[in-house]
């Protein structure tokens, strides 16, 4: 798929019994799977990786395509911790 050649894979996780599993939101194939101990291991594994970064972004964003907004926000850093302190 081409769309994964250039943007990469997305994948989402899940958790079947002690095995995490992991395919491509897009479809494209692309699967893997891990066996852990016990299942709540397996679940807890999922869930940390199952997760979209959009609520941080800029927080932990690219030097180059968001540093404006990397900078407004340490911006906002610095002053609420001159407010604060």
Known sequence: MVRCRV????????AEGETMV??????CG??????????????????????????????????VGLLPLRVVRAVRALRERRANG
């Open 7 to 14: 943007l990469g894979h997305r994948y989402r996780f899940s």
């Open 22 to 27: 992991w395919r491509c939101q897009r479809g």
């Open 30 to 63: 692309a699967a893997g799977s891990k066996r852990y101990p016990t299942a709540s291991d397996a679940v807890r594994y999922a869930a940390a990786f199952d997760r979209e970064d959009s609520k941080d972004l800029g927080r932990r964003a690219p030097l």
